[in-house]
């Protein structure tokens, strides 16, 4: 009985025999072959054999130089197959148990293609690059230097330190650490050390006071205060001594008194009936007054 992932390829191969490269037969043959690893390669059940029989497609140069397209195409469809069952596909990342076999299978493809990269023609190189960046990453880590050593004292290469060097480094690590020791050691102990005085301030001039206040009064004298909205005597009384109070609290302001200038006298006769200055009496009564002769 056979499986259900060779089912295709087994029934082209019985139906159709080896023939000779270049004919109609043959031509059809890796078509379907190529067709049926596409659609087996989707699914993590089939993949591990779905590779192989890619490999052994590949295998052939003649078979590499007609159908790259096709076997770069199905290279990515493995690659999106892989990534979405959350597989890594780098050679330092670490990878599931059940999954390892489906990422070393992904991995000969990807040397299969390295090894072919000279038949890849030029439109297709890009895509080549991309698939094959799992294989050409170096990612290391490596762990911090220790604090207490100065980084210009770490040896970066890969030769081990001479005698002679080892001596200077380990001579120049001492003279820094008797400096640190020295320099704490010089340091003042603290009833040495002098207080820096706070600035002066400028005095600041004292602030008039008023000669009292109305709230320093006694109660009785200013009386309690009530806000009614009519205008009673009450309230107007209180109102006059509050003004009188805020009067007397007030230095006193000098005032100028302004005196009116006298008004203008005339002086003469006037040759009129009726003078001002003579008052209003009738001329009749003057003749009347004067002596008869």
Not at 199 to 214: E, G, K, Q, T
């Amino acid at each position: 009985m056979l499986k259900p992932q060779s089912s295709i390829s087994s029934f082209t191969i019985q139906q159709y025999p080896s023939s000779p490269e270049g004919s109609l037969a043959h031509t059809f043959r890796c078509e379907t072959r190529i067709a049926n690893i596409s659609y087996q390669i989707r699914s993590l059940s089939n993949f591990v054999s779905a590779s192989k029989d890619l490999l052994d497609f590949a295998t052939l140069a003649s078979n590499f130089s007609i159908y790259q397209n096709q076997i770069i195409d199905i290279i990515e469809l493995a690659r999106k197959t892989l990534e979405s069952a959350g597989i890594v596909l780098f050679l330092w990342a670490s990878c599931p148990a059940k999954l390892t076999d489906h990422k070393a299978s992904y991995i000969e493809l990807l040397r299969m293609l390295r090894a072919n990269q000279g038949h890849v023609d030029t439109e297709s190189q890009r895509r080549v690059r991309v698939l094959l960046m799992p294989l050409t990453s170096h990612f290391s880590t490596s762990p911090s230097p220790p604090p207490s050593i100065p980084p210009r004292l770490l040896v970066t290469g890969r030769n081990p330190p001479s005698t002679d060097s080892s001596v200077s480094n380990s001579q120049e690590i001492e003279s820094t650490l008797q400096s640190q020791d020295d320099s704490s050691s010089s340091m003042l102990p603290p009833n040495e050390i002098r207080q820096v005085e706070p600035p002066n301030r400028s005095p600041v001039a004292p602030r008039h006071r008023r000669l009292w206040d109305s709230r320093e009064l006694s109660y009785a004298s200013v009386g309690p205060r009530h806000r009614s909205r009519s205008r009673s005597p009450h309230r107007f009384q209180q109102q006059s001594a509050d003004e009188k109070l805020e009067q007397e609290n007030v230095a006193p302001e000098t005032t100028i008194a302004f005196r009116q200038a006298p008004r203008t006298q005339r002086f003469g006769i006037f040759l009129t009936g009726r003078s001002s200055m003579l008052g209003n009496y009738n001329r009749t009564d003057r003749n009347s007054s004067l002596p008869a002769h």
